[in-house]
Structure formats: C-alpha cells, structure tokens
C-alpha cells in the first residue's frame, strides 16, 4: 500500500484530516506537509514534511520518492485573506492543482482529493436550497479560482482517467484549530470572545444566512467520499455539501442558552459582500444518493459541543 501526503496540513481542514486519516490507516502512513518549517503540536504523532506546493519539482520529486499515492490538496488562500493579495491567491490555488493533477495524469498517483467552496456560486445563484447543477459566477478571486479548479478536475477525469474527488464545503466550524481567513470564521470566533470577554462584534449582519457545518461532519464527509466506490459517483467537478443553516443572530441566541450574558454587537465590513454573494442553503442530494452523505450535527449540538471543547 501507498502512503496518503496531506498538503496543508497545519491549516484548519488539513490538521484534523490527518489525525482522522492516521487513526484508520496508522500514523507513518499518513504524511503531513506544510510550507511551515516546525511541526504543529497536534500532528507530531507522525512524519512531518515541509512542502512549499509553489514549488512544482520539489512536490513532484517528493511525491515520485516518497512511495505516494494518495493526496489531499489543501493548501489555498481562503476567501477574505485571497481578496487582499488576488495575485498570489490565484496563482497558489491553481498552480498547485495542476502539479498534482499532472502527477495522477502521469501515473504517479492513484487517487486527488481537492476542495472546492460554496465560494463557487455568485450574487446570481438561486440561493436556497442551491442545486449541484446551477448558475455559478462567483465574484471574489477565491470562488473564481474554485470554480476553474473544478472544471480542470473534470477535465482531467474526462480526458486523462483522473481520480480526483471534491466537495464543496461550506463554512467550516472547529475548536481544534484556528479558522485560516474566511468569511464564515465569525462562527469560530464567537466561541472563543463569548468564553473569553462574554461578548462579541460580528463583521456580518444579525441576518445573514450561510451555510455551515461542524468539521467532524466536514472529515466524515470527505473520508467517506474518499472510500467509496468510483462507479457510484457521478460527480467530477464537486459535489454540493450541506450540514446547518443560520444566521449570527440565530447562533447568539443558542449561545446564549448556555451563557445568558453573551453579547453581539454587528459592525459588518468588506466580508458582509462576500457573504451576500453566498448561498443560505445546498441541496446535497447527489451525495446523499451517491455516497449516502447525512450530517450528524445541528445547530444545537454544534454549539454545546464547542462550548464543552473550547
């Protein structure tokens, strides 16, 4: 069996991924990278590799040495962070793509996981209940780089025989580690003010709706995904995933069942346009029907579970 490598394993997504991925395949299987020098705490169970994914030859050398087979490409600019330095954003988010599929194309690879965002749709998606097959003109640098990126996964697949697999996440809410520059990280945030300083401003409106989902449901997703069998799915591009959908005011108001002096206060800024241009909820139904994908948390559990955690 080939090692599975996690490119971008510190950042959110990718440190829980590798600590889920080393329980059921074993710690030296799974090969954590990222462009920063130390090893986080959390993943020194396992070997550690510092992997700049800008750097094409030394990604491939590394993959072609290293007994690789399986990776998981989560190195990005996430979307409010991509918005201040587009230039750098696009190119880190597809030229790291193509080094990766170009390796499974070339027979190095067995099997890509690469995730896409709700960031793929625009002001002009029909925003409830948004369906896999729809209007998509994102308007932010990260959803443009997002949906490029699932055209070329498709086409790699289509052309060449890629196994490359791709969800759509939605806004990511975790207490193990640091949100890495979105526009849903006010939902990590408020944990941390509400338990800290039992108050918090919100850079949204009270009534903004998104889509989100607690990152144990996030990993389960995209493991499962992972496992099954290619000739279930239909989807090359990336599927659509839902968990939970809400507004800060309706999260203030379940954190304030379990801390009744907790205040928000809203001063929304530029990431209040991003938002608006987002879907509130997905219609996830081709995973649920290609992979039997169903979110195990709501809105309540979410929340006691990261008030508990925090």
Request: aromatic share 10%; with cysteine.
């Amino acid at each position: 069996m080939g090692k599975t490598l996690i490119i971008g394993a510190a950042g959110q997504i990718g440190s829980e991924l590798t600590l889920a991925l080393r329980q059921k395949k074993g710690n030296e299987a799974v090969i954590a990278a990222d462009i920063k020098s130390e090893c986080p705490s959390l993943l020194i169970d396992g070997p550690y590799h510092r992997l700049d994914i800008m750097n094409r030859e030394e990604v491939r050398s590394f993959v072609q040495n290293n007994a690789i087979d399986e990776v998981y490409l989560l190195a990005a600019l996430l979307s409010a962070t991509a918005e201040k330095n587009p230039d750098f954003a696009w190119r880190l988010n597809m030229e790291g793509l193509f080094t990766i599929l170009d390796l499974a194309k070339e027979g190095f690879l067995q099997r890509i996981f690469w995730p896409s965002s709700i960031a793929v749709f625009g002001p002009t998606t029909p925003n409830e209940g948004t369906p896999q097959h729809t209007v998509m003109e994102p308007s932010t640098v990260y959803g443009i780089s997002k949906q490029a990126g699932e055209r070329w996964c498709e086409y790699y697949h289509n052309t060449f025989g890629v196994d490359v697999r791709s969800l759509r996440y939605p806004g990511l809410i975790s207490y193990k580690s640091p949100p890495g520059g979105g526009t849903t990280d006010y939902a990590v945030d408020i944990f941390y003010k509400a338990k800290a300083q039992g108050n918090y401003t919100c850079f949204l409106n009270k009534d903004t709706e998104l889509p989100m989902m607690f990152m144990d449901d996030a990993i389960r997703a995209t493991i499962t995904l992972m496992e099954a069998p290619k000739e279930n799915l239909r989807i090359w591009s990336s599927y659509n995933l839902s968990g939970i959908s809400f507004t800060p005011d309706q999260l203030a108001k379940e954190i304030q069942k379990h801390i009744p002096d907790f205040i928000i206060r809203y001063e929304p800024d530029f990431r209040q346009t991003i938002a608006d241009s987002w879907p509130n909820s997905i219609d996830d139904s081709y995973a649920s029907e290609d992979w039997n994908w169903k979110p195990a948390y709501n809105l309540s559990e979410l929340v006691s579970e990261m008030l508990h955690h925090i």
